[in-house]
């Protein structure tokens, strides 16, 4: 009897949930990118549907309540990128319950992404899709999905995988000790040091100065420090390069400028350097460093904690070990993790993404040794460029309206031909002299800072 009950209490309920439904004999699916980027199949109640690609395909289907729905989608985009692999996404519906009066689908999802096999831990792309019903017809929206970027992270954490979001992407060292604050300190000292010893051919007005400015600024309004204001300095000398000291002092050399045939590749680079501002990357290395010399004197469980805790003799120790270790210098992961967002900010404030890739691809890979290859702060050219050529395939949509050059970089470049060439003396005393002066510069500033913050007297 109790059986019977449940059975009818169930029939009931089944009847309660199709009473605003009808069959569905149609299936309509939309995206909204241009070319066959979104092309697959697509399962529902285990017929097979297969999707070309085109931006809007309808199918008849046999009438159904439609209970479980899944698409495999192989996603391409970006003319200039077609080498590499599809991304594959995966998501599954299961449809508890539409009503066609309203148009509304009550929906289970799920879903996993695959870039070349490997599967993106934490990211699905099931909330790019809207489901609506227009009486007979289900339509499969997916116009939100713009790119991978699109698609929602789940979990407690970030994706390391993913590009175009805000916020510290990836940070290997834990905790810097030092605020912001010091970083603009370090910095400011750093960069009167270098101005102080080459400032007749280091410039921060005329005309590539103000480009320079005018670019910078586009791309730190990008960035995940949109209130930081760049300070630029053009240095008149043949070496390419171009670096950025803590706080958003921005130095680009000549050499830099002359070995690049776009702007967009510049916008990468400065990027680049920026995305090592924002992510701190500087007194990050400070900050490993001086854990390095801490940990000989007290083991690695105090130093991870503020120096305050350390007490007087550890203090002094690190205070008196500086001399005996280089401070600044970037590790692999900073250098690709300020590649990844270099690429983001670039994309952000207007410029194509592809410059950066471009620009590596015109420095050629050295043949190094094992030792050299785990030492080694820089990542290969080849690398990197594969690196960001992925990032970009698979998360920014290809736009064929973003700036590639203009007539203005090319006046730029063509005003430096004015100015004063620095001597070769002066720039083989530039190549030189430049890293010690930062590194120095650098220990002078963490030397004052410590012995301010912690009282200390001179022995």
Known sequence: MKRMVNIATLM???????????????IKFIHALEGESLSGEMKINGQELNLSGSAEESFEVKPMYPRKLKLKLDYNHGPELNKLSATEINMEFEVRNYDSEEGSVDLRKAG???LQGDKLKLTNCTNTVDFKVNGDELVVDMSKFKSLASCKVVGKYNNYNRIGEEGRLHNGFGRNFFKFATDSQFGKDAAYEIVNNFSRYIYQDGEMAEYLKTMISKIAKSSDMPDVEPKVFFINAPIENAFALPGGYVFVFRGLIDSLETEAELAGVLGHEWAHVTERHGTESVTRNLKSIATKFV???????NFGILGGAATYYVYDKLEDIPLMGFSRIQELEADKLGVQYAYKAGYSPYGLGKYFSS????????FQAITSSHPKSSTRVEKIEELIFNYI???SSLVVTSTEYEKAKESIDELQAMPPYVVRQLMVSMGALVESSIKKSVRKKLKLDHKLEER
């Open 397 to 399: 949509p290809y736009d």
């Open 299 to 305: 083991g690695a469980g105090f130093v991870w904690a």
């Open 363 to 370: 420095v050629p890979d050295y043949d190094e040794t094992f």
């Open 112 to 114: 996993t992404v695959k």
């Open 12 to 26: 009931t309920l089944a009847l309660l949930v199709s009473c605003n439904t009808e069959k569905i004999s149609k």
